[in-house]
T-cell receptor, first 111, second 118 residues
Framework: QKEVEQDPGPLSVPEGAIVSLNCTYSNSAFQYFMWYRQYSRKGPELLMYTYSSGNKEDGRFTAQVDKSSKYISLFIRDSQPSDSATYLCAMRPGGSEKLVFGKGTKLTVNP | DARVTQTPRHKVTEMGQEVTMRCQPILGHNTVFWYRQTMMQGLELLAY????????DSGMPKDRFSAEMPDATLATLKIQPSEPRDSAVYFC????????????????FGEGSRLTVL
């Protein structure tokens, strides 16, 4: 079992839909949780991060961490075609710089 | 506009040839990472440096891969000899060590070097 599991999709939704992306993990030492967005033929870029458990909201994006279930989520409200990308979850233990990534979920938002 | 620069963007080579990929991290960043991305495995950490010193290269096949930072503005990843299974996109990323004022764990990625070994 990999440390971080993420359904690769692909996921296709109509414009305006609410999108839910998820990852599970096995390492209870993970404390920092991130979501990166990767457009085609580009490098990943940080979208959101959360420390420990809880929710964080930024515009149309909400990140949730449930450490008791070892489960993290990213919600996208009012999805737009420009949100079409691959979304990678990433996490690391406190005191470590090594980020472990999920394989990524490819999202397409259709106009 | 500060960004990580990688060269070459694309490389096609034949099995057994040496391949060198280069990375210029963002000025002022003191950690540099090399990742490899494939459909099957996703993003895998190969090696990383802090203040130019190698901290971890456990993800790298030691017999054919080597990573160095000759100076603060250049990181290199070398494959010798290359094999078809090395075909992937290789990403360099830089950042600041935790506790140095950066968003925890934020890495800035280059656009990658797409390697095809025939």
């Amino acid at each position: 079992q990999k440390e971080v599991e993420q359904d690769p999709g692909p996921l296709s939704v109509p414009e305006g839909a609410i999108v839910s992306l998820n990852c599970t993990y096995s390492n209870s030492a993970f404390q920092y949780f991130m979501w990166y967005r990767q457009y085609s033929r580009k490098g990943p870029e940080l979208l959101m991060y959360t420390y420990s458990s809880g929710n964080k909201e930024d515009g149309r994006f909400t990140a949730q961490v449930d450490k008791s279930s070892k489960y993290i989520s990213l919600f996208i409200r009012d999805s737009q075609p420009s949100d079409s990308a691959t979304y990678l979850c990433a996490m690391r233990p406190g005191g470590s710089e090594k980020l472990v990534f999920g394989k990524g979920t490819k999202l397409t938002v259709n106009p | 506009d500060a960004r990580v620069t990688q060269t070459p963007r694309h490389k096609v080579t034949e099995m057994g040839q040496e391949v060198t990929m280069r990375c210029q991290p963002i000025l002022g960043h003191n950690t540099v990472f090399w990742y490899r991305q494939t459909m099957m495995q996703g993003l895998e950490l190969l090696a990383y440096f802090r203040n130019r010193a190698p901290l971890d290269d456990s993800g790298m096949p030691k017999d054919r891969f080597s990573a160095e930072m000759p100076d603060a503005t250049l990181a290199t990843l070398k494959i010798q000899p290359s094999e078809p299974r090395d075909s992937a996109v290789y990403f360099c990323a830089s950042g600041l060590a935790p506790g140095q004022g950066a968003i925890a764990g934020e890495l800035f990625f280059g656009e990658g070097s797409r390697l095809t070994v025939l």
